[in-house]
């Protein structure tokens, strides 16, 4: 598969607007600010949830919600997928009938960056994932990935106020999603690699948000054996990733980073002394999203 399949278009009307306003100054600006709409999923005849979305890929995220969340099944055939752009709303359509009235509280999925929905069974599918164990990641990978994906046009480095995900192979980014959550970043790719039958043993999920307890487990429902950050982690997430054997990497900004989980699948074999510093004006913008 060639590099960026799929990549962000900072230039697209319907996902940033201009806003007028004033710098510290006093001085009139006009601002490119990232627009959100809610996006509400059925399966079958059910409601499932409300998410707040920027709106692109619809049927990718509806697929990779409900995948993440246990209520599509890895064999389910999918009929159809309607999406109506005016009701904003999304219909996956499977040919086993499915049910999930007791297990579901109709919830809105805000677009703060930790703010995901997570029903009932999840942890305890968490347990019985398998990641592949001769996988491996090479830090000239590492290396590669981050200089491609921190200088590629994005909305990210347009509008801020957002999160990136970028599945990856080797040194080559293949998939990147961006949304104002970074769980809807998440689940697009899961639908992506669904519908298009990617497999994951030999994957790299790359993020630009914190390496969360929900972060860890997503990656894990996916089968994708590392998951990168440019930010850092909390200690749920790290306890979690160590249970699933999980090879985990954060703060990897420039040339530095720290790997806390599944150690024995990482490569040493870049010279530090080739490596390039962080562009200033990426690393400053980067970490004004990184808080978001």
Not at 79 to 96: F, N, P, S, Y
Not at 115 to 144: H, N
Request: glycine letters at 6%; proline letters at 4%.
């Amino acid at each position: 598969m060639d590099e960026f399949h799929i990549r962000p278009d900072p230039h697209d009307p319907r996902l940033t607007q201009a806003v007028e306003g004033l710098d510290q100054d006093s001085k009139p600006v006009a601002s490119r600010v990232v627009m959100e709409r809610p996006l509400t999923i059925f399966l079958n005849r059910q409601e499932v949830v409300t998410s707040m979305t920027i709106g692109d890929h619809p049927e990718m995220l509806a697929v990779g919600f409900l995948l993440n969340q246990n209520m599509l099944r890895a064999d389910d055939e999918i009929v159809a997928i309607d999406h109506d752009e005016d009701l904003d709303i999304v219909v996956v359509r499977t040919a086993r009938e499915t049910n999930y009235e007791e297990k579901l509280k109709k919830k809105i999925r805000t677009s703060g960056c930790a703010q995901g929905t997570v029903f009932g069974d999840i942890m305890e599918t968490f347990g019985q994932a398998k990641l592949a164990p001769d996988a491996r990641v090479r830090t000239s990978w590492l290396y590669a990935l981050s200089k491609k994906i921190n200088t590629s046009p994005s909305l990210y480095l347009e509008a801020g106020a957002i999160h990136g995900c970028v599945l990856c192979q080797e040194d080559r980014p293949l998939v990147y999603m961006e949304d104002v959550g970074r769980h809807n970043a998440v689940d697009k790719i899961a639908g992506y690699m669904h519908m298009n039958k990617v497999p994951a043993a030999d994957k790299i999920f790359y993020t630009t948000g914190r390496l969360t307890s929900e972060m860890v487990i997503k990656t894990v429902q996916m089968g994708i054996p590392v998951l990168v950050s440019r930010s850092g982690f909390t200690a749920w997430g790290v306890e979690l990733a160590r249970q699933a054997n999980l090879t985990l990497i954060g703060r990897m900004k420039g040339k530095r980073f720290l790997a806390l989980s599944g150690l024995d699948r990482i490569v040493f074999d870049a010279d530090l002394g080739r490596v390039e510093d962080e562009d200033r004006r990426h690393a400053r913008k980067a970490s004004h999203a990184d808080a978001d």
